[in-house]
């Protein structure tokens, strides 16, 4: 049985990745920050496919990636996928100058606590042959702009930590690396939002990602389509970029 | 977020502010503001999960199963799961709801504030009898258990209190072991509505499911003639437990809404139908699902009335009434001349007569039409003739039906309005539905 470590596991993209990998016959650690949403998840996942389901509830904003990788591994003794998919935006607020408790929040949660996270598991990634590591990131990191200021660099940041990881597993038995651009996805952190393109059903990525696992993908859109945009989104000139409301 | 909400039979849009919250400390976190009121996929006929400048809370997120006791027969789950996830849990396991309204996308949270009936009403009567307890938010009593021990009156009030009471979270369900795991289908003709009341009362303990379908589109010539079909559950192979594809959205645009049920063409298509049923008489065998969610893969049916809708009117008339209702129907129908889409009839028996339930003892007479002036006026005039012979109309089945003409039909419509009253002086939860019965 695989054995799968989501971080971010009790809605959007991270409850999708469960369901998609509890059907799987993977057996689950679960991390998000309230017991409330992960107890029924568990329920739900081990009643539905059989599946053992651990969880954890802890906040990344203090995180101890120490007690996760001790919880994850006593539970399922030893980690075959780590996913990273936890995220925080603030997209109201998130544009020029914000309170320093807020760049604190979204700088540990989107960067410092996943690279204290990944760095706790990296003796196992090593080892986890047919393993995966899979980031999180997003298409508010391709290019800076005056919206998701510091989400974006977050992001940024982490993506360049995952491209480290992938170089780092490159030459060992270990885990592949497999990092997303996301775009939009229909979950709570766009409800509501009148969006310039189409979101996609966290299913629907659920299952692109699972279907990628194994491959040494690097960094990815997902949806395939953004990479289009976001490549000519980058070639806007400056003198015309620096106008525009995006 | 601002949404416009359209119901299922198209006779109402409203907007309104619509929340779909995925985490707990969002549903908890959800104030006392009034117009509130809880939707689950939205799938009533009725306007009965928004309302004008009202605020809709999705449950559509909190649909996990929370435990299963395969012994004592009983499954916990959060009110926003659906039939169909149910379905898939539950039928390899041999267990199955006693109750089940005809479609995987509806939610239990509707089922309970609906109280539905299933497919055998006599055995296993409404929705709200399984219901073994739950547990209902209202931001200003916090979160409630209650059952049928605890908190009681507002239990009563709950299952088929329309979401009036609160958001209902979670829910012990009793379960019912699984008879068989195919079914034997079978059609009998009826030449008439007399014959078929007849027979369908005859044969409602015989068999596990049983419902006529009969053609009423000639309002000129309405005999009802028909079929009646039949279906017992039998011992076949493990059931494959199949994915259900499509899922009827109210609000979505859609192109395949055409206007195609016409006085001209409901006739050909209603004997057409009527050949179809006849000619596979059977006895045939079907999938457990066709028994239990029959109107999965029969969507289009809801689209071929177009963006205009239609109106169903499903009545339960009393067995002693129905030799006099008859002629009288057929009278008012040919008066107006409005073709009927779809008749359908079922037996009921042994229930209670109790605040806005349909639930009782007798027949279960549903007609649809085009929604239209003549639909109206005819639907009105049987208003009357539904009350003169003590029959109820389903409330959440009905978009036009008056406050007055509820507060006849049922004795229990003051008893809801004040238990509500009551429980929330300020009533905080309401929607279309709620404001057009004064409740
Ligand atoms: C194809 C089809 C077949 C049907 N077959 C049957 C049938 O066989 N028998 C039958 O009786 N009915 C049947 N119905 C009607 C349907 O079962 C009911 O209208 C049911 O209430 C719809 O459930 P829903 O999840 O769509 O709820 P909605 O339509 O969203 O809401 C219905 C009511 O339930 C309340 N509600 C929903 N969730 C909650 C919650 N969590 N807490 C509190 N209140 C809540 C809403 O406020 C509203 O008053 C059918 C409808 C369709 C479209
Ligand atoms: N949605 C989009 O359109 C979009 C677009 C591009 C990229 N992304 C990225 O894709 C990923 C998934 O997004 P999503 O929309 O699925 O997010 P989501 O619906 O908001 O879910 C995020 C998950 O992370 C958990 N989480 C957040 N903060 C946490 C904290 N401090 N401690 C512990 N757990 C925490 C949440 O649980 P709790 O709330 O209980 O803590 C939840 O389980 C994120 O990294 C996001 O940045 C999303």
Known sequence: MKRSVIIGASAGLGRALAERLAALGHNLFLVASDQRDLAPLAGDLTIRFGVDVTVLAADLYR?????????????????????????????????????????????????????????????????????????????????????????????????????????????????????????????????????PFPALHPDAAAAAIVAHFGQDTGTRYLPRWWWLVMTLIRLIPWVIFKRLEI | MKTHFTSLDRHVSCECDYHEPDRWRNLLAIGAEPGLVARGSGLSYVAASFSEGGTSIGMRQFNRILALNEQARWIEVEAGVTLGKLYHVLIPRGLQLPVQASYHTITVGGCIAGNVHGKNHGREGVFG???????????????????????????????????????????????????????????IPVGSLEEAFREVGRLQNEVDMLYAWLDLANPHRPTGAGFITIARTVSGPPVKVEAFGERLEPNRPDWRRQRVFRAATLPWINRLYRQMGLRHAGPRRVPLSALLFPA????????????????????????????????????????????????????????????????????????????????????????????????????????????????????????????????????????????????
């Not at chain 1, 597993?169 to 939002?193: D, P």
């Not at chain 2, 009545?315 to 129905?322: E, R």
């Not at chain 2, 002036?373 to 009905?398: E, P, Q, Y």
């Open chain 2, 296 to 439: 999965v893969g029969k969507e289009f049916y809801f689209h071929l009335f177009g963006e205009p809708g239609f109106l169903e009117q499903q009545v339960l008339i009393p067995s002693p009434a129905v030799d006099g209702y008859i002629p009288e129907f057929r009278r008012r129908l040919t008066r107006h001349g409005v073709p009927v889409a779809l008749t359908t009839l079922k037996a009921f028996k042994g229930g209670r007569r109790h605040l806005l339930h349909y639930d009782g003892d007798g027949f279960s007479f549903t007609i649809d039409v085009c929604d239209g002036r003549n639909a109206r006026a005819l639907l009105a005039d049987l208003d009357d003739l539904n009350t003169s012979v003590g029959a109820m109309t389903c409330v959440i089945k009905d978009s036009r039906l008056s406050a007055e003409v509820v507060r006849r039909q049922y004795i229990g419509w003051g008893e809801l309005r004040d238990g509500l009253a009551a429980f929330d002086p300020e009533r905080l939860f309401g929607s279309a539905l709620s404001k057009r019965l004064e409740l």
């Open chain 1, 63 to 195: 995180v101890d990636a120490g007690l996760i990788r001790e919880r994850a591994l006593s539970a399922l003794g030893g980690v075959d996928n780590l996913l990273l998919i936890a995220g925080f935006s603030a997209p109201a607020i998130d544009r020029g100058a914000i309170t320093p408790e807020m760049v604190d929040r979204m700088i540990t949660i989107n960067l410092s606590a996943m690279i204290q996270v990944v760095n706790a598991f990296l003796p196992e990634l090593a080892n986890a042959q047919g393993g995966n590591l899979v980031g999180a990131g997003s298409v508010a990191a391709v290019r800076g702009r005056r919206s998701n200021m510091v989400y974006g660099a977050a992001k940024r940041g982490l993506e360049g930590y995952f491209e480290s990881c992938r170089h780092w597993l490159a030459n060992k038995a270990g885990a592949r690396v497999q990092f997303y651009r996301l775009g939009y996805l229909e979950t709570q952190m766009v409800f509501g939002q009148k969006l």
């Open chain 2, 129 to 187: 009898r399984h219901v073994l307890g739950l547990e209902l938010f209202h931001p200003r009593h916090g979160v409630i258990t209650a059952s049928p021990t605890e908190n009681a009156e507002l239990f009563d009030l709950t299952i088929g209190g329309f979401g009036l009471t609160g958001i209902i979270l979670r829910a012990r369900l009793a379960l019912a072991p699984l008879d068989g795991a195919e079914v034997e289908e079978q059609t």
